[in-house]
């Protein structure tokens, strides 16, 4: 396997007291969209500066691209492009304009700018919109002409900042396919640091969750929630046509099975906690039995779910030990507790 495009090594950032980033180590390969998830004060983009040599760590390396953020912070500058949560373009000039200029910046040649930066903007779809101002420009475009904006030096790498703030739904998802049309299409390596759960799990390969400074558990939602949720079973959901009496006489027989931990009834809906997936096993029996079944339905744990879980861990582990948690932890646990 090649080396880590990305490679954070025991990285820490102490502010007097605080520990806004402890003890961070993590594996980026190139080609991955990786989502940094935590809630506003968790280290997101304390992390991000070191990542780009724009603030010193207190101990620990970050290595992008093969460099070291920290002793040579320009070789990073020229692999990566960042994009904050605010990005800020001259509202006087032309989109084409704007762009043109930071091609300059990033000196890119004089004869290829103009057809560079046409190109950025047609990728990220906004050709008919670069000859206007972009003081009339919408939060969602100047977005996407931030989008253009990292890209227009061709970089290695994208960091993303909090991206989807501020966008509508529509925008949110068109701004997100077009990321995973970008990074599969050039084999972009994203970094996308941020607070919104279900805009992240439709893009991201793997995710990290980062609460108070530390980094909880990183990996691919699907190996998180089974090692996260085996341990409480697969539970699925069987309605049925008619309302189930009370007692049910099937539940007897039902408890007698080995692998089914729990059973709960309520109206027409029977809920099974099983320690294995046996959901067809459960359908057959019920229909030889005679029950007309109108629906069958299979929890899935999503981010959410996840976050909440490991969110509410640490609350936990925390409160073992004597600490509450920051302002910013306890409400955003709260939050997604009550959706």
């Known amino acids: 396997m090649m080396d880590p495009i990305i490679q954070l090594k025991g990285l820490t950032k102490c502010y007097g007291t605080l520990k806004a980033v402890d003890d961070l180590n993590l594996d980026i390969q190139k080609g991955e969209i990786f989502g940094l998830l935590g809630p506003n004060g968790a280290g997101k983009t304390t992390t991000i500066l070191m990542m780009l040599g724009l603030t010193d760590p207190t101990s620990g390396t970050a290595f992008v691209c093969g460099h070291n953020a920290t002793s040579n912070p320009i070789a990073v500058?020229?692999?990566?492009?960042?994009?904050?949560?605010?990005?800020?373009?001259?509202?006087?000039?032309?989109?084409?304009?704007?762009?043109?200029?930071?091609?300059?910046?990033?000196?890119?040649?004089?004869?290829?700018?103009?057809?560079r930066a046409e190109e950025m903007m047609e990728q990220v779809g906004l050709l008919n919109d670069m000859h206007k101002k972009t003081g009339t420009y919408s939060r969602g475009m100047k977005q996407r002409l931030g989008l253009a904006d990292v890209l227009i030096k061709q970089p290695d790498v994208i960091i993303l900042d909090?991206?989807?703030?501020?966008?509508?739904?529509?925008?949110?998802?068109?701004?997100?396919?077009?990321?995973?049309?970008?990074?599969?299409?050039?084999?972009?390596?994203?970094?996308?640091?941020?607070?919104?759960?279900?805009?992240?799990?439709?893009?991201?390969?793997?995710?990290?969750?980062?609460?108070?400074?530390?980094?909880?558990?990183?990996?691919?939602?699907?190996?998180?929630?089974?090692?996260?949720?085996?341990?409480?079973?697969?539970?699925?959901?069987?309605?049925?046509?008619?309302?189930?009496?009370?007692?049910?006489?099937?539940?007897?027989?039902?408890?007698?099975?080995?692998?089914?931990?729990?059973?709960t009834v309520n109206e027409k809906t029977v809920e099974l906690g099983c320690s294995s997936d046996i959901t067809p096993a459960i359908v057959r029996f019920l229909v030889e039995k005679g029950c007309d079944i109108t629906g069958v339905h299979k929890k899935e744990y999503g981010l959410d779910d996840i976050y909440q879980k490991y969110f509410e861990n640490n609350l936990t582990e925390n409160a073992a030990n004597g600490k509450s948690g920051s302002f910013f932890q306890r409400s955003f646990f709260k939050k997604h507790k009550k959706q």
């Open 162 to 263: 909090e991206p989807t703030l501020g966008i509508d739904p529509s925008g949110v998802k068109d701004f997100l396919v077009l990321i995973k049309q970008l990074s599969k299409q050039q084999g972009l390596t994203v970094l996308l640091s941020s607070h919104h759960l279900h805009h992240v799990q439709q893009v991201c390969d793997r995710v990290g969750i980062f609460v108070g400074g530390k980094l909880l558990v990183e990996g691919n939602i699907g190996t998180l929630s089974g090692n996260l949720f085996n341990k409480e079973g697969h539970v699925t959901s069987i309605t049925l046509k008619e309302a189930i009496p009370q007692p049910w006489q099937l539940e007897p027989e039902l408890k007698a099975w080995e692998v089914i931990r729990q059973i």
């Open 77 to 115: 500058k020229r692999k990566v492009g960042y994009m904050p949560d605010s990005v800020g373009f001259y509202d006087n000039m032309t989109a084409l304009d704007n762009l043109v200029y930071i091609g300059r910046l990033n000196g890119i040649p004089e004869h290829e700018i103009k057809t």
